[in-house]
C-alpha cells in the first residue's frame, strides 16, 4: 500500500469482506510528471483518495469492474473502459474481487502544458476531460496499450532489477506519449483542435531542430521539447518535418542516434562492448528491431560491423596522406 500512496495519492483502503483472506500485488513505474501502475487484489476493496488537486488521475480494469464515485458522478467501469478524473475534488472507489486494473497519475501541469505545446496557443485549465474514456476506440485502445507496455516494464524491474525506461532517451519520448495519447483519446473542449489542418511556415523552424538534434543526439529530446527550440507549436513542427523531410522529428533524430550507434560498433572493441550496450545507449531497447533497422541502412548486421576490425594505416602511408593535404590547394 505505500507503493500507491508514494506514487499517486493519499489512499485509505479497506476490505469490503474480511472474512477472506488478502492478497495484493502492484508493479508500478514513476517517470517524474507521469506514474503508471498495475495492481492485483484477490478481494473487493474499498478506495477512498483525497482531493488530487495537482494531478490527473486514470484507472481502467483488465479483469473484473468497479464502481467510482467523482465530483458527484458514478462510473460503472468494466474491461474496455476507463474512469478520469479531474484534479479536482476526491475519488472513491469500490472493486469487485479478483480484480486487475492500470492507474495513470499525470502531473496537472505536464498534460495542460502537453497540450498547450501541441495546439501553441493558451488553453482553458483545467482540462475538461470526460469522465470516462473508450478503451475499444483505435485511439483508446493505443493508449491502453502503452500503459500495459510501462507496466510490463514496472514488473520486469520487480523481477531482474533491470528496465529499459532507466534509460531517459527511451523513458522521455515514451513519457510524452502517454500524455499526448490521452489528449487524443479524450474527449474535452479543445480535442477538434487537435485534428485541424495546421500550417508549417517556413524551413527555419525545421532547421532550428534539426541542429539542435545534431548538436546534442545524446539529449533525451521529445517532441514537445523539439517544438519549443523550433519556437512554433509541436503540429507546425511535425507538418513541417512531413513536408520538407518527409519524417516526422522523432523518425529522424533516430536516424541521427543509428549514424552514431554505427559509428561506436565500427570502432568499439568486440571484447569489451555488445551490439545490445552501445544501441542501448543511443536509445535502442529492442535488439530485433535495431538489427532489422540497422541491417536495412547498412547492409549487414550490427554484430558484423562490431566484429570487423578497424582498417588501420601503415605509418608511412598516414604520413604521405598527412603531407599531401598540407598541400591540397
Same mark, same amino acid.
Given at each position: ?92 472507489? /469500490? =472493486? ?6 492500470? &492507474?495513470?497519475?499525470?502531473?496537472? $501541469?505536464? %498534460?495542460?502544458?502537453? @497540450?498547450? +505545446? ?43 532489477? /533491470? =528496465? ?6 527511451? &523513458?522521455?519520448?515514451?513519457?510524452? $506519449?502517454? %500524455?499526448?495519447?490521452? @489528449?487524443? +483519446? ?60 518527409? %519524417? ?82
Amino acid at each position: 500500500m505505500a507503493a500507491v500512496g508514494e506514487n499517486y495519492f493519499t489512499t485509505s483502503m479497506h476490505l469490503i469482506d474480511r472474512r477472506v483472506p488478502y492478497r495484493f500485488r502492484f508493479d508500478g513505474i514513476n517517470l517524474g510528471a507521469l506514474s503508471v501502475g498495475k495492481a492485483w487484489y484477490n478481494v473487493g476493496i474499498d478506495i477512498a483518495m483525497t482531493d488530487l488537486e495537482t494531478s490527473y488521475y486514470v484507472n481502467f480494469p483488465q479483469i473484473g469492474g468497479l464502481l467510482a464515485e467523482h465530483r458527484g458522478r458514478s462510473l460503472n467501469i468494466a474491461p474496455g473502459c476507463a474512469a478520469v478524473y479531474q484534479p479536482i475534488g476526491g475519488v472513491h472507489m /469500490r =472493486t469487485s474481487g479478483d480484480i486487475t486494473s492500470y &492507474a495513470v497519475r499525470i502531473d496537472r $501541469a505536464a %498534460l495542460e502544458n502537453q @497540450l498547450a +505545446a501541441r495546439l501553441g496557443r493558451r488553453i482553458h485549465r483545467p482540462l475538461a476531460l470526460s469522465l470516462s474514456l473508450n478503451l475499444a476506440h483505435p485511439a483508446g485502445a493505443n493508449w491502453a496499450r502503452l500503459v500495459r507496455l510501462l507496466a510490463t516494464e514496472a514488473a520486469a524491474y520487480r523481477i531482474t532489477g /533491470r =528496465t529499459a525506461l532507466t534509460n531517459p532517451l527511451i &523513458a522521455a519520448p515514451l513519457h510524452d $506519449a502517454v %500524455l499526448d495519447g490521452l @489528449l487524443q +483519446a479524450s474527449d474535452h473542449p479543445d480535442r477538434d483542435a487537435l485534428e485541424e489542418p495546421v500550417h508549417a511556415w517556413g524551413t527555419a523552424p525545421v532547421h532550428r531542430a534539426i541542429d539542435a538534434m545534431h548538436a546534442h543526439p545524446d539529449h533525451p529530446f521529445t517532441p514537445a521539447d523539439l517544438a519549443q527550440i523550433a519556437s512554433c507549436s509541436l503540429r507546425s513542427l511535425q507538418e513541417g518535418f512531413r513536408r520538407y523531410v518527409g %519524417l516526422t522529428p522523432m523518425q529522424y533524430l533516430r536516424q541521427i542516434r543509428l549514424e552514431h550507434a554505427h559509428h561506436d560498433l565500427a570502432h568499439a572493441d568486440p571484447t569489451h562492448n555488445s551490439v545490445t550496450d552501445i544501441a542501448y545507449h543511443w536509445g535502442f531497447h529492442h535488439p530485433g528491431r535495431f538489427a532489422t533497422t540497422y541491417r536495412t541502412t547498412y547492409g549487414q548486421s550490427p554484430s558484423h560491423t562490431l566484429q570487423r576490425p578497424v582498417p588501420r594505416r601503415r605509418a608511412k602511408d598516414q604520413h604521405c596522406s598527412e603531407v599531401a593535404r598540407s598541400y591540397d590547394p
